[in-house]
């Protein structure tokens, strides 16, 4: 079973960083394609970053994270991560990781194109 483990909410100021991890068992971080998304009470869920694995690797943003977030992974631990810096108050949401169970050729921010999910990690940003 595929199983993912999001830590390192929390609560910050505005201005302030944070870094989500995301544990997986059962997949391995460099098959396919993996993300992040994000849901708070008055939004859908949103795609923020995702890295796909082909023959190069390649990363996607949403527009409104470009340049602050950063996703990277750790092979040899098998994590996934979010880097997030000059959080904002519309950063506020459930953060969740997500990997996708097939090659992906787009859309790589299309919740509908993943599979799998954890339970999330809340960021308050204040």
């Known amino acids: 079973d595929v199983q993912l483990v999001e830590s390192g909410g929390g609560s910050v100021q505005a201005g302030g960083s944070l870094t989500l991890s995301c544990q997986a068992s059962g997949y391995t971080v460099t098959a396919y394609c993996m993300g992040w998304f994000r849901q708070s009470p008055r939004k859908k869920r949103e795609g923020v970053a995702s890295?796909?694995?082909?023959?190069?690797?390649?990363?996607a943003y949403a527009d409104s994270v470009k340049g602050r977030f950063t996703i990277s992974r750790d092979n040899d631990k098998n994590t996934l991560y979010l880097q997030m810096n000059s959080l904002e108050p519309e950063d506020t949401a459930m953060y969740h990781c997500?990997?996708?169970?097939?090659?992906?050729?787009?859309?790589?921010?299309?919740?509908?194109?993943?599979?799998?999910w954890g339970q999330g990690t809340q960021v308050t940003v204040s």
């Open positions: 890295i796909v694995t082909g023959t190069d690797t390649l990363t």
């Open positions: 997500a990997a996708a169970p097939r090659r992906l050729w787009g859309g790589y921010l299309n919740m509908d194109q993943y599979g799998y």
